[in-house]
């Protein structure tokens, strides 16, 4: 699945200075055309078509009226699938200016201009891989879970819908502290022993390449 992928990765957004600003996303939801909390489950609109194009490009929607949100379509053309980008941690910010949703559109300046935007750098907006440090980490724990310890990424239920809670489709790095909503009964970790990004680990202009069919 993307969704699960899509955590630690880099979101890059070249600013008119030619600047880039980048977080990590430590948060992320899947949604499918097969299940009713999909804006796409229903049918295809002006709104949504994005949802329905080819993977790898922004979709971004207004939630109530005022607060942007943003996707990445997955799977293929004519088939609604996405993953939201719930939350990122951005080096040197506060740990909570982009958790959530509308926070982290606010934070990156997204809104319905970039809708259908190819997630390239030519395009000014993009995903990049994993820093490396977490990428080891993360591609470790996969491999073999620690047994003693909480997993590196925890997987739930999604928020703020009302169909389809039941569907464990939200994932998030356990030890961030920029995560929006914890699962019930997980702990935010003290500042000492949770992950933070570092100027280090910002992109070189470097993008995702692989797409894969599932949210």
């Known amino acids: 699945m993307v969704a699960p992928d899509l955590i630690g990765c880099r979101l890059v957004k ?50 109530y009226g005022i607060h942007h949100c943003v996707n990445v379509v997955t799977h293929r053309a004519d088939w609604a699938n996405g993953v939201l980008l719930r939350a990122a941690a951005l080096p040197g910010e506060p740990e909570r200016i982009a958790a959530g949703p509308a926070l982290l559109a606010r934070r990156f300046g997204i ?21 490396q440090p977490l990428a080891t980490w993360l591609d470790a724990e996969a491999v073999q879970p620690p047994a003693a310890s909480p997993p590196a990424l925890v997987q739930t239920s999604r928020i703020g819908i009302s169909q389809g809670q039941e569907l464990p489709w939200r994932w998030y790095l356990g030890a961030s502290r920029s995560v929006s909503r914890r699962a019930l009964g997980d702990r935010r970790p003290p500042p000492e022993q949770a992950w933070w990004p570092r100027s280090g680990d910002g992109p070189t202009g470097d993008s995702l390449a692989r797409w894969p069919a599932d949210p």
């Open 14 to 63: 070249r600013q008119v200075s030619g600047d880039l600003l980048w977080g990590v996303i430590v948060e992320t939801e899947a949604y499918s055309q097969s299940e009713p909390a999909c804006h796409g489950h229903r049918r295809r609109s002006p709104s949504n078509k994005t949802l329905f194009g080819e993977p790898g490009r922004f979709y971004v929607y207004v939630s």
């Open 111 to 131: 809104d319905r201009a970039w809708d259908a935007t190819a997630a390239t750098p030519q395009e000014g907006l993009w995903l990049a891989p994993r820093p």
